[in-house]
């Protein structure tokens, strides 16, 4: 992201509560900020995988890659506690 383009996402949104990590905007502009599961469908992850990163509380990020799409970071979920958690879900 260069300077002007932060200077712009800054006064379009100047409370952000959703932050990506660094190198993902191209494909935020591209596809929108998708969910958990919306990036598991789109890298085509399933079983055991699949549910390990949506059944738990993740206290690392993860990343995921394919040669086609690139790679995308499913974030971690450390400011949330399990109890928490328990409550969302």
């Not at 790679?71 to 506690?81: F, N």
């Amino acid at each position: 992201m260069t300077d002007a383009e932060l200077e712009e996402l800054l006064s379009d949104c100047p409370t952000l509560y959703h932050m990506a990590e660094r190198g993902s905007w191209p494909s935020i502009r591209r596809h929108g900020l998708l969910s958990t599961t919306a990036l598991l469908d789109r890298f085509e992850i399933s079983g055991r995988e699949r549910t390990s990163i949506e059944a738990r509380r993740r206290s690392a990020s993860i990343t995921l890659s394919r040669p086609a799409l690139g790679s995308a970071v499913v974030r971690d979920q450390l400011p949330m506690d399990d109890r928490g958690l328990s409550r969302c879900l």
